[in-house]
């Protein structure tokens, strides 16, 4: 765990593996004295990719200012044709929660984020059942209770935007949302939409997992995080988990059993996430350690 | 665990669920002196099914012979519409190993079974490649190797049964096998023949389940031991495990992992089966405690 | 799971172990018309020794008060020495939280009794931190601030029990409590006080036991619930838990992971308990399924 | 899982954390042309230390003899006070394996070598019980049976020393051997002789950890791997993994459990040794990805 009283910088990169691509990293952060505090990388021989996440102590670093540091860092990536994103510690993410009325994720996550566990803001709390605005404004969350019909869908999204938009959210989870984000959202918030889906993908993807699970006789049932893309449940996942369950348990009981797994593969997703932790390509993810 | 050296019955009930059934079965037992063992039973609400495992020692049961034993019962079972089996500890099964060149699933069950960890005979092998010959034939156990081509599937199959009658074999374990059985073959050991498939069903179902998995970018992977049907990959899940794997893991790791999976997946679900823990309904299995 | 709406009673027994036992408790259940819902049962052969637990619909019972049943039930009891106690479902439990300024075993605790996991009242939380009010009262519920210190522990707990016997509390949960109780309260509350310990008992019992584990290397951390007795962590254990860790978690990493285990460890724990499904003997648990 | 027809080299190094460290040993393999496979990197900002394996293509590379490698890095390890090992994957391991009439890890440990998983040479196995030679001799490896008693141990221990060296072997697993190892044995191999302990340690280090795990009513068992130091059961822990137990286990049935647990810690353990991963420190283990 870094310690929360730093300032770190952390650059997550992908390029096109060859020789020194390390070295050149290493190098520009010692020129400027920049002490790594953790660097994980990745080789991916079958697609030829170098996959890299480094963290850095800003205190001593000769760059302060975030476009100094990503001025002086621009030469070396355009050298190894690097794809990069760099994220600073002192500027903490904002994240939105979708709701419906399943409020355990919801809970959960706003618990995690009272006793410090996430590093973010969470500016507002939108959901289509009125039910959980209490849970939410006990923890000083606006709540803005936005219904979701076949006929206001795109009036919907259009006011969920503008609320994003004020509150300048950069990441954005469905904390079981229960409603089918349109291409247009999709499109907006890319690898920044987090979903939990209730089953161990691709087995159950779509509506009901937990019934056709008991259907099919399963000895595990599972949960899976993953990003949002047009396909349904077909993201890059983040995180997945399973639970052992037996022909004693009924689909109340896995229900029940399902929203434990649930909310640890959410908020682990989460976690990782907010720590600039997770790169995806090729629809699927890298968790750096 | 049941001490190996009681002599024991077991009996494996489902009936449609009414008052006064426990009681009749507890009754039968204590009338001939029958003292209990284990018992569990099931009720499966939505079915409204009742189903129940008893073993009982057969020092001083009154009744002796299994004839004696399943006419005196029969009785019973009528008077609830039960479908019943009894299974004698000093009876024990009779099973055939089915394997490929892919030899962990068969040195596993070999050497656990040399060292008594299967409570059964394995009269037989049957492979269809003749690299597994040695390892068969160092547990003192007759190898037959049976060549699969397309053209001749049903002499092949011909020459399988003539071999398992001989034997007298009642369980089939197909230990990586990678040969599709013939409806006939499925039809003539209903609920006696044992699969182990490479994924957590049913995701990944049918042929390179590990190709698949690392090209989802899962999480986890898992084995699944099941009864075969005539459906491929469809039939009652015995048992299911998972394992976690990561972005550093390439196919190979993944197919290296799973082996361990494999393995503790098959071997348990052959064990129950041997203990006559397993009963099979609507496509589902109760593994009885 | 069984159906809330119906009323049930529920039969837990342990006795010496000879024939007739379960032939007994099923006549009596079926002499007056009892529709057994769940049934388990257990024997330690090398105890001899008998343990049942049966749950049946109330409704068609011809017995229908707990005395009529109790009154019933008792020369059955008496004729095969059973040690026993009943539990009916309309009859729910009372159960106190104690705490701690270690707010996620409480919180979540109160969220499962929301959301309807819980079944039983939970007339008031007793703490030795004021930081943890506001929390117990979003969720209507009384919250006790008692401090503890060296020279006020008689004083304080005299003032506990008032609280407790005047709440009519049956069961006591500690959820992260961070306090000894007195030799005098474990006798009070026999079998019917729940802790948490943050480890994988018997491993690192008392104090620090997140130091302890990351000072020797484990590479699992784990979480153990328990009934308390006069012996500090020596107690019955109803469930354990374990999680993964490597050389790159911290003691605040340990710490952060360790309270996904204690809040599940414990839930379970408090659920099986409520449930009526844990019986003590010889300083273990059983845990009927 | 590296191409095994690639011949690479592996760096294992620990040095006190100081900006540069990486960049030095990123410029050293640059500078000779190295393409590095796979880095892994730790910083244990507690002790101040930092941790590093890094493996690379030898093919390309500029300095080919394993001296000439060493020779070149010993000023940049000198300059940065690292305490270092190479290892060269041409340059196979030799292991010895130890066992006892427990014959579970051996067989399990056998057979993963003869279907390549093991990258090492086995050029004996060294037991106190006849009973398994058939068994090792079948994989085409000498045994030699080595007598311990009371009275003969240090001479015992000459012998086998003799043995180990005239095989060159450098690791050593005691795949149950159930004997414990002289001082003398462990100062001559130190971090090179691996044990399998049968729970999770530190709980039940010692004699007969199944039976006192059964007494104590645990609800998971576990294996432990770990290098052997001259206090019992307290060396640096490599793998751990538990698996759920009940109350209808009895002593028998956890050692069956047990089985599987310590094949698998044992394997792996054993695996990322010979893969250079595990790099031992104030008696705990960085075990590299």
């Known amino acids: 765990m870094t310690d929360p009283s730093k300032h770190t910088a952390t650059l997550l990169v ?96 706003l618990h995690r984020h009272r006793i410090g566990e996430l590093d973010c803001e969470i500016p507002l709390v939108i959901g289509n059942h009125e039910s959980v605005r209490d849970l939410v404004e006990s923890h000083g969350i606006p709540f803005h209770h936005i219904t979701i019909t076949r006929d206001n869908k795109a009036q919907a999204e259009a006011r969920q935007f503008a609320l994003l938009e004020e509150a300048q959210v950069d990441t954005i989870v469905l904390a079981r949302y229960m409603q089918i984000l349109s291409p247009l959202f999709v ?3 890319p690898n920044r939409v987090i979903n939990i889906h209730h089953s161990f993908l691709p087995a159950f993807d779509g509506a009901k997992p937990y019934h056709r699970a008991h259907m099919r006789g399963v000895k595990l049932i599972g949960a899976t995080s993953h990003y949002v893309t047009s396909e349904l449940d077909e993201g890059p996942i983040i995180e997945q988990e399973v639970t052992r369950v037996s022909h004693r348990d009924d689909v109340a009981d896995l229900v029940e059993k399902g929203r434990d797994l649930e909310k640890i593969v959410l908020a682990r997703a989460v976690k990782w996430h907010l720590q600039s932790r997770v790169l995806s390509y090729n629809n699927k993810t890298v968790v750096f350690d």
């Open 187 to 189: 499109e907006k918030y």
């Open 14 to 109: 992908s390029a096109p593996d060859r020789p020194g691509l390390v070295h050149a990293i290493s190098r520009f952060l010692l020129e400027h004295n920049g002490n790594i505090i953790h660097a994980d990388q990745h080789e991916d021989a079958a697609e030829n990719l170098f996959l890299m996440r480094v963290e850095w102590d800003l205190q001593g670093f000769t760059l302060q200012s975030r476009e100094a540091i990503e001025q002086a860092f621009a030469p070396v990536a355009e050298a190894f044709d690097m794809r990069w994103q760099m994220h600073f510690s002192h500027s903490r993410r904002r994240m939105a929660l979708f709701t419906s009325q399943y409020e355990h994720c919801l809970s959960d996550l």
